[in-house]
């Protein structure tokens, strides 16, 4: 599939390592990487996350994407895509620019995840441990996703990107 996808949505709680996971798959695809922490940064300097926010940010996200896609580009979407709607409004944008789409989920395990929450420095994400146990509760199944397992060592998780794409 790694000659026909072009837009691959990697998402997740915080911490599971999905801008790694991200970055891995762009690298596989010679993609552009649009990630929700960034575009919400640009959009709100000083998020308070209210569900307009996340509205605007994805729309904004989507535009972006729907953008690439339209000049050729393949697009990697790094976010935590907890709502199935989010999901499926990438799925839809894909079939508008008639390209395939992938859904990646990045697994990791709570203790990994938050001790990489505590450990951040100088990255775009808000998220703490009381906001990735409340999008733990709030995340809405996903269907038919590609699953990376990340509780585990960087070499494990690239082979597993390297072996999807």
Same mark, same amino acid.
């Given at each position: 599939m790694s000659d026909t996808t072009r837009l691959v949505v990697v998402c997740g709680l915080p911490g599971a390592g999905k801008s790694t996971v991200a970055s891995a798959v762009a690298d596989r695809l010679d993609a552009t990487v649009l990630r929700t922490d960034v575009v919400r940064k640009e959009l709100f300097p000083d998020p308070s996350y209210t569900e307009e926010e996340s509205r605007r940010?994805? #729309?904004? %996200? /989507? #535009? &972006?994407?729907? @953008? $690439? %896609?339209?000049? !050729? @580009?393949?697009?990697? %979407?790094? !976010?935590? /895509? *907890?709502?199935?709607? &989010? *999901? $499926? #409004?990438? *799925?839809?944008l894909a079939e508008r620019r008639g390209v395939a789409a992938r859904l990646v989920r990045v697994r990791c395990d709570e203790r990994t995840a938050k001790a990489r929450i505590r450990s951040r420095e100088d990255d775009p994400s808000d998220a703490d441990t009381d906001v990735y146990d409340l999008l733990r509760e709030e995340f809405e199944p996903v269907e038919d996703p590609v699953v990376v397992d990340n509780s585990g060592d960087l070499d494990a998780t690239l082979a597993r990107v390297r072996s999807l794409f």
């Open positions: 940010t994805y #729309e904004a %996200l /989507f #535009e &972006r994407a729907d @953008d $690439r %896609l339209a000049a !050729g @580009d393949p697009v990697v %979407l790094d !976010g935590t /895509f *907890r709502r199935a709607n &989010r *999901r $499926r #409004e990438a *799925r839809s």
